[in-house]
């Protein structure tokens, strides 16, 4: 079959899961020149999806189901459910789109997709961004391709300016480092005390420590450990930033530490020094969701572990050590030896 001259792809859920799918619109450029990629997701993640110069349009969810024929007025000839959606499915079925493609692990896709993938990710060897390409096999798309050409996919724009309020805390010479503590529950997360040792250990000279999060997250980890935003070096941006301004803030960054979250997975596809704490259990490990870049990497207890899959105290990730994390952080920085 010819190539489709416009896609769809859909990923309605959160934003590491989006990060890991971008990198399917700039494989589907490379391969068909000229394709034009409209990418489906929630509103909350627009700012991100259309930070990648490979999307050529976003589709919100709520309106599209508020008004499937949305879909059939962007001439799009196909669509790739990444997330098994139910609503859009049905929508994308109701619009028309000449191909829908879908896993064949989710009922409701019998009915509403006319390719299915035999894809099933829970006990995969592969790497989330390498599962979802699996899923463009009806397009001739059959390679596994490794993570280093994956990571050249994502097509994040340069072109990202600070907010004015902003600008300040990046005027002098210093390393800029994003701590990210938490994940909104959705990780396993490394010790806010832990955090704070990371940061007593950097040279205030040298660093600027640039911590994120929701509002709830700040005053969370404003409670657990309030130490840490006494220090004179770290920055409070938590709940003061919007999604496209702290996408700004790390594009204009240095490194990010945190859990496997989605400023990780951003950091990451813009070649930042990503660093992710990860426990072993799968499939929460890093052979699962690490972060991909050419200059991310990731700790995690050398272990195969599930203990703490129920009670979600987890041992493994408070093991990895402050200097494991600091090491990677100064390690081929010039000029930054912390």
């Not at 769809?8 to 490379?30: F, H, Q, W, Y």
């Not at 790739?80 to 896709?109: E, Y």
């Not at 980890?221 to 803030?249: I, M, W």
Request: some cysteine.
């Amino acid at each position: 079959m010819s190539p489709p001259r416009s896609i769809i792809i859909s990923r309605t859920d959160n934003l590491g899961d989006v990060m890991l799918t971008l990198p399917m619109a700039g494989l589907l450029k490379e391969r068909f020149p000229g394709i034009t990629v409209y990418f489906l997701g929630k509103s909350y993640t627009r700012p991100l999806i259309e930070a990648s110069r490979h999307v050529d349009g976003f589709l919100d969810r709520e309106a599209v189901l508020a008004r499937p024929e949305a879909l059939r007025e962007t001439g799009a000839e196909a669509i790739v459910h990444v997330f098994p959606d139910k609503a859009v499915a049905k929508a994308a079925k109701r619009a028309g789109i000449p191909l829908r493609i879908g896993t064949s692990h989710r009922l409701f896709h019998l009915f509403t997709c006319n390719r299915l993938v035999n894809l099933g990710r829970k006990n995969s060897d592969l790497h989330e961004a390498q599962l979802n390409i699996q899923l463009l096999q009806p397009l001739g798309v059959t390679d596994v391709p490794d993570l280093a050409r994956i990571g050249g996919w994502y097509g994040m724009r340069t072109d990202l300016p600070l907010p004015a309020g902003l600008q300040r805390h990046f005027a002098d010479g210093r390393f800029r480092l994003i701590l990210h503590p938490k994940s909104k529950g959705s990780a396993r997360e490394w010790p806010p005390a832990h955090f704070l040792a990371l940061a007593r250990s950097l040279n205030p000279a040298r660093y600027c420590l640039l911590v994120t999060g929701t509002a709830a997250e700040g005053e969370l980890t404003r409670a657990q450990q309030p130490e840490l935003f006494a220090l004179p070096h770290v920055v409070d941006l938590t709940g003061k930033v919007s999604l496209s301004e702290l996408v700004a803030v790390i594009w204009h960054a240095d490194g990010l530490v945190a859990c496997s979250t989605g400023p990780l997975h951003i950091a990451a596809a813009m070649g930042k020094r990503a660093v992710g704490i990860y426990p072993p259990i799968r499939p929460m490990h890093p052979g699962r969701w690490g972060p991909v870049g050419p200059r991310a990497s990731y700790l995690v207890l050398d272990k195969d572990c599930s203990d703490c899959r129920q009670s979600g105290d987890c041992a493994c990730i408070r093991a990895v050590g402050v200097a494991e994390v600091r090491a990677r952080i100064v390690e081929g920085e010039s000029g930054f030896t912390g």
